[in-house]
């Protein structure tokens, strides 16, 4: 090979590296972006990052953490779940809680593997209560652990309360950081008091008083005490420091104290009191008031609340006799059909008025299953608004006063001759206008209301309950019922068996699914993100907005360029530098003006608004008209010949010889009206003339951004616009060659 053809093979192998690498670093934001709207939330934040996700395999391991049994869990809750679900939820004895720490789950088959299961029967825990009780009341404990023990109720709840304040993994009591900082606190105050000694107060003690009447042996004998007593306090500091130093540096970690760290605690604090009862002087002996209320007292009780830790553990595991080992639970998630199912069946049998339970059955359909308590809600709520118009308005302008009149008297229940000292003066003005049959008819709404009222604070337990109900597969005998709340809630109802017993109980949990299940998971963020707005609208304005705009421009601009390029008339050149200059002007400064010119024509809201402005392109007549200049004037010549007209010879020969600078235009035309957002955000109020660029603003609160769902938005909302690039491409750049652009 010659050194020229060797030459030539390796520039052209370098352009083609060098041109593949700035192809891949093109793509990668988009790949990137795909990638991101396959994950979960959780994913997302994830470091460092990932090019896969979770969603992507057949099977993950969960992390759960025991709940209370009152509260339906804790976390994905908007605020109105988190009142529907933590408002008037009874503490239930036999329901245990698990609580996914982890992304959630919205589908599979869940598998909980218990090694062993331990528990007993509910006279245990009368039992356990006593024992710690008299424990706590004969035992120099800590006053933050004896204030837990405090409301002494021999209840189930009152003992899932205790244990959750002594073991959560939020801020439990024993929490290995928490304790750790009870006893430091503890430690600093004791070197807090050693160094206020050291400073002078040493001779306010009493031993350590001089007087006049004292002998000067008197006097040495004392200076020679203090001597001793001050050098104690140093070592006393010194173990303490030491102590402190050990807590800060070792006990840093989120997880519970085991018994081996409790005792490792206590070994070291009894070292410290050691150095106390070594002191055979009454003066510092720990007998003395000062070393018992400052030293000796806290590190007793220090030590017996760490003690109380072994003796709650090895008292909790021994009433618990029974014993399951090797057992799982196994469930499969409900689904919409299962939870129409669920719902329709319970519904018939549930405690609630005949016109409820009817009104419920007509509106219930499968697809509407997730929906259905709110659409109940609102259809109840719409009935009762036109009784009140119907019984008690005589003016539209008087309805919210009626309604508000309706609302206060169903929630106080007030005696008619008490209304004075419960309604505002408005209401109760509005009242005394009534006659006697419309106070009858109030009466008779308000008593309505209130039946409404306790049937909808029944009905939303309910409802979750009954569409969270799961398809047991395998399960121990005292499992009776299983619920999954929430994608991300296990309840766990047992039968005649205290949940408390398992509270220490941890499983491992795995979830499976199947390869249409995996197909769902991967694009879960695409379902969210379609139904978290309503995008199918935003998609009928964006598609009719950018291609009226498009198509508009178009005309417009061929017209205007035809006239620029062929025909002569005074000023052509000045109004076409003048339409050029306009290009120079920053769009954001037209923002007002154009804003104040569509309020002034009553445009604000409407498609007019959104079209109208941007029909008109200064560019595409630019580059249309380079297009047209190309053209040789001959074909002009010819077409006047033959008796063309202007308009005839403008749309059948020029347009379809500039077909590519007229499809290049209408691309980037095309685009820029399909992702237009300031605009649109200006001059559009209602959700429904809205676009897809401001609809992606849904995924952007004050709590921060969904990017995983942004993501998914994203992708789906400009792959319309990558289809038509593809297929146009080729003339897209052939039109930008030949309007003289590509320099």
């Known amino acids: 090979m010659t050194y020229n053809k060797f030459w030539k093979t390796f520039v052209t192998v370098a352009i083609y590296l060098l041109t593949a690498a700035g192809a891949l670093i093109m793509i990668l934001p988009f790949a990137w972006m795909i990638i991101t709207s396959f994950k979960s939330e959780g994913e997302v934040n994830d470091w460092p990052p990932k090019w896969t996700s979770k969603n992507f395999y057949s099977s993950r391991q969960l992390n759960v953490q025991t709940s209370r049994s009152n509260v339906s869990g804790k976390g994905n809750f908007n605020l109105a779940e988190f009142r529907a679900v933590s408002s008037e939820d009874p503490f239930e004895s036999n329901k245990l809680v698990y609580y996914i720490n982890d992304d959630p789950v919205y589908r599979g088959k869940f598998e ?15 039992i356990i209560l006593q024992q710690m009780d008299d424990y706590i009341s004969n035992t120099q404990v800590r006053d933050d652990l004896a ?30 950081i928490v304790m750790a900082r009870l006893i ?6 004791m070197i807090t008091y050693i160094n206020r000694l050291n400073e002078g107060n040493i001779d306010k003690l009493v031993a350590f008083r001089i007087s006049d009447s004292m002998s000067s042996q008197e006097i040495t004998e004392v200076m020679a005490k203090k001597e001793v007593f001050s050098s104690d306090l140093a070592l006393l500091k010194e ?24 005792s490792a605690l206590k070994t070291l604090l009894l070292d410290f009191a050691s150095l106390i009862n070594a002191y055979d002087d009454p003066i510092l002996s720990k007998n003395n008031q000062i070393m018992l209320n400052q030293f000796y007292n806290p590190v007793v009780k220090n030590v017996n609340t760490l003690e109380f830790l072994t003796y709650f553990t090895n008292s909790f595991k021994k009433v618990q006799s029974e014993k399951f080992s090797g057992q799982s639970i196994i469930f499969k998630v409900a689904q919409k059909d299962k939870m129409y199912e669920n719902f329709a069946a319970d519904i018939k049998q549930a405690d609630f008025p005949d016109f409820f339970k009817d009104e419920v059955s007509r509106l219930l359909t499968k697809d509407n299953i997730l929906e259905i308590k709110d659409i109940v809600i609102l259809q109840m709520e719409k009935e009762m608004t036109d009784n009140i118009r119907i019984k008690l308005s005589s003016q539209p302008s008087d309805l919210s006063a009626c309604i508000s009149l309706v609302l206060d008297i169903a929630k106080l229940s007030p005696d008619e001759n008490e209304f004075e000292n419960y309604l505002g003066e408005n209401e109760l003005k509005l009242y005394e206008s009534f006659d006697d049959n419309k106070k009858e008819d109030l009466f008779e709404l308000a008593q309505k209301r209130r039946e409404y009222d306790s049937i909808f604070s029944r009905f939303g337990k309910f409802y979750a309950d009954s569409v969270s109900t799961v398809d047991i597969l395998q399960a121990p005998s005292f499992v009776k019922t299983i619920r999954y709340k929430n994608n991300s809630i296990i309840e766990i109802i047992t039968d005649n068996v205290l949940s408390t017993w398992f ?71 000045i109004i076409f530098s003048l339409f050029l200059s306009t290009m120079m002007i920053p769009g954001e400064v037209m923002l007002v003006p154009n804003y104040i010119t569509i309020s002034k024509f009553q445009w604000v809201d409407l498609y007019y608004a959104l079209i109208v402005p941007w029909v008109v392109s200064v560019f595409e007549i630019f580059l249309l008209r380079q297009q047209f200049i190309s053209l040789p004037n001959d074909l002009w010549d010819a077409a006047k010949i033959d008796g063309s007209s202007s308009w005839r010879f403008l749309w059948t020969v020029m347009v379809p010889l500039s077909k590519p600078s007229i499809l290049t235009g209408g691309l980037l035309k095309f685009v820029g009206s399909w992702n237009a957002f300031l605009w649109v955000l200006i001059v559009t109020k209602s959700p429904e003339m809205r676009t897809l660029a401001v609809g992606l603003q849904t995924f952007t609160t004050d709590a921060g951004t969904k990017y995983n769902l942004l993501m998914a938005a994203s992708t789906f909302s400009i792959l319309p616009v990558v289809i038509i690039f593809i297929f146009l491409q080729r003339y897209f750049v052939e039109g930008i060659a030949r309007s003289g652009l590509k320099g």
């Open 503 to 573: 509270l220490e109980e941890k499983p491992l949990v795995k979830v499976t699914f199947t390869f249409g299940e995996v197909f769902k998971n991967i694009f879960q963020s695409y379902v969210i993100a379609w139904n978290a707005a309503p995008f199918s609208r935003y998609y009928l304005n964006t598609i009719f907005m950018a291609l009226l705009t498009t198509f508009f421009e178009i005309i417009l601009a061929a017209m205007a360029a035809f006239a620029f390029a062929k025909l002569e008339f005074y000023g052509k050149n």
């Open 239 to 262: 173990k303490l420091i030491e102590i402190k130093n050990i807590l800060d540096n070792n006990y840093k970690g989120s997880e519970m104290l085991s018994i081996d760290d409790a």
């Open 147 to 176: 204030a837990f023990f405090a409301v002494g109720e021999n209840t189930p709840g009152f003992f899932e309360e205790l244990y959750f304040n002594l073991f959560s993994p939020d801020d439990g009591y024993y929490k290995k």
């Open 112 to 126: 909980l593997k218990f090694d062993t299961i331990d528990y007993s029967s509910s006279e245990s825990l009368g």
């Open 184 to 189: 430091s606190s503890d430690i600093s105050k």
